[in-house]
């Protein structure tokens, strides 16, 4: 073969491969593009942006399949057909120039694809809205709840909060507000009109706007809760992997459980999906009753599943249930639901729906929904519990349906559906018809609840009881819909924690994870002497140190500031003292305060109660756990925690109830959930998570473990709140079903190996 002749060949094979690439390429995006346009109607950068940022997990409505079928199917198809195309024609001196006529039209299809989406996204505003801006309008406007001096009721009002998927006034007829001939939502309008929507004395229904990062179910939620919009930027926080939500900010949720409030979140899908478990995880410490509860909880059968996960119809019978539940506890409680059926394309039709609006499917499921939510708030206002009890009913968003709405003139300002029930609060103008957006319903959810607000502004939301304008009432829609689509590095910078901070903060934890001893509690004068021991190589620069404890189960805390033991350098002392208190079981943490004003807060932990003595030895402590059958034994291991284990403590193991043999499994990861003597366990190579009710059916669990060399994780979570250490080796939570609460938590550095004897001892 001639030399000209192989480089030729060479140059071929790559003309080809390129253009099957680029087929792939252009294919993949086209097709998606599609698929996109035709299932979402209003649809922007942020929100999408927002979706790829979010786990996947608990996507619904049969949307991955529906996408692999129209979006990845065709692609390979297409591709496939280049491939095959260039195989027949591989003898032929047509081949190259076949090859050059799919160039041609691969690129006139990529730049039409990627023209249809610059300007449906509207991507030139959007990239003048990423420039720095010399106004950052959040960072003007924004009133931290941190700093507000909240005054709730001497008798705390309970709050049911109900979330309804893409429901808008626009549904309503003209008559009533809305932009629809016939109106298909009569008993939510009716339930607007009777109580308060802001409408003044217009009988026309009013309602909450929309803007840039709150037009979808996560942001909305968020913007009602928070009163900001979610924005999250390329390269910014990805909240797949985000162990916090928003973690600078202070919500309706935070407010709430500071105040002892129980919090039930309540929905017919997978709470993962869309970082809503996260969110209310971090923000209100709520209990998740979503699908996979329902499952664990048999509401409903192992296999069923429909639309998201199980129906509104479910939805309601079970909010009866957990609002009863929730009514006969001591404690004030929130009930926050989402409902699920009315979500875009077209809604689902369960056995309640009709059929008065003929084939237009949507029409019949929001018509069902009206129904459902009328004959729902009819039930709590028979309760007991109602004349207590503040009842909120808002769309999440505008639908996102790619052709209810069509016909609507351009010129209607679409809002979501707003009502507030049974208020403590009076309408300072009820007279004044008012402009707001969904963001104000964060200070006016307190308001609401007979909650006084300094200032009557909370996040970017004002109290609409309050005579004071919302943003939206001094700057007018335009203006805030300009100013809210730009970037805000104010807005970015509560979206993470400050990483020369975290990263500090990281060390401290690592560095004095078990520096907090609880040396001596005397039960008969109920003092708690405390100690903690730093380490002079950490070189803290620290003002002060003090230790808070918490009796579990109550908002309950003693708190009190340590001094320098003269005796012993790098070591502060202490004593509590907890006379008053029944139930001496409880959590003690210690806080670092420095010279500049930062506050290092739960740097180490300790457990007081009556069971488990020295925690200096791993088989000890397995032993003492081996006594008490009655208590639930949660283990997750990070990292190469295996790397120690010796003969002895892989019995003491087996003698608790696990089976995995697992001496020598190095970068093993491992869980187990250890309930009356059975374990139920898992173990691999990959990092593993496990979630579920726990038998008593007063708590929930989410565990996660990674033993991958010293960069895993080992995360076990108790009705959302956080126990693990997270420190490489064995980390474990006990949990007493009597009490219904974590009573001690402990960790074992198993991946050392003594040079003396193989024993893991605590670090």
Known sequence: MKKGTGIKK???????????????????????????????????????????SVPLEGTGNGMVWKYLVLGLLPTLLVTIAYIVLMVKLKQSKKRRICALITLGLALVAGFVVQQIAWRRLDIDTWIEGQREQKRDFVKEEYVDPKDVDLVFPEQKRNLIYIYLESMETTYADEAAGGAFQKNIIPELTKIAQENEDFSGGDSKLNGGIVYSGTGFTTGAMFAQTAGIPIKLGIGGNNMDTQSAFFPQIRTLGDILKDEGYRQVFLLGSDATFGGRRLMFRDHGNFEFRDYLYAKEKEWIPEDYRVWWGFEDEKLFEHAKETATELAAGSEPFNLTILTVDTHFEDGYVCGLCGTEYGDNQYANVMACSSKQVSEFLDWIKKQDFYDNTTVIICGDHTTMDTDFCEKVSSGYQRKTYTALINSAAQVADPG???????????????????????????????????????????????????????????????????????????????????????????????????????????GLSVEHVEVTYQEYGTNKKQTCVLKEDPDLPNSH?????????????????????????????????AYIDYEFGDKSDFTSYLKVLKE???????????????????????????????????????????????EDGVADEVAGYEELQKEGILKSGMSSYYM????????????????????????????????????????????????????????????
């Not at 502004?457 to 109290?463: K, S, Y």
């Not at 490489?728 to 001690?744: C, H, P």
């Not at 003396?756 to 670090?763: D, H, L």
Request: aromatic letters at 12%; glycine letters at 8%.
């Open 10 to 52: 060479a140059g071929a094979g790559i003309l080809y491969t390129f253009v099957g690439l680029l087929v792939f390429l252009v294919s993949l995006f086209g097709f998606g593009e599609l698929w996109t346009f035709t299932n979402w109607g209003d649809l922007d950068l942020d929100e999408i942006i927002f979706q790829l």
């Open 432 to 538: 004044r018809r008012r402009e707001f957006s969904t963001m104000d319903m964060f200070p006016t959810t307190l308001a609401a609840m007979g909650v006084t607000i300094p200032g009557e502004q909370l996040g970017l939301g004002t109290n609409l009881y309050s005579e004071e304008d919302t943003l939206t009432e001094q700057f007018g829609f335009e203006e805030m819909r300009q100013d809210l689509a730009k970037k805000s590095a104010f807005l970015q910078s509560l979206e993470v924690v400050d990483p020369e901070a975290d990263a500090l903060y990281a060390r401290y934890r690592e560095e004095l994870a078990n520096a907090l001893v609880v040396e001596n509690y005397d039960p008969f004068k109920g003092l708690v002497s405390v100690r903690v021991n730093e380490k002079e190589s950490l």
């Open 573 to 605: 002392i202490g004593t509590l003292d907890i006379s008053s208190w029944k139930e001496p079981v409880g959590k003690v943490s210690v806080n670092y305060f420095t010279p500049d004003g930062k506050a290092y807060n739960n740097i180490s932990t």
């Open 628 to 674: 008490h059958p009655e208590y639930t034994v949660f283990i997750a291991v990070r990292g190469e925690g295996m790397a120690g284990l010796t003969d002895e403590m892989q019995e003491a193991l087996w003698d608790l109830g696990t089976q995995w043999y697992l001496v020598g499994a190095q970068g093993m990861s491992y869980l187990a959930v250890i």
């Open 704 to 763: 996660e473990s990674s033993g991958q060399d010293s960069d895993g994780s080992a995360t076990i979570q108790i009705d959302g709140q956080e126990y693990s250490t997270n420190l490489r080796g064995f980390n474990i939570v006990v949990y007493s079903k009597e009490l219904g609460q974590v009573i001690d938590s402990a960790w074992f550095d198993t991946h050392i190996v003594e040079e003396t004897e193989e024993q893991a001892v605590q670090y």
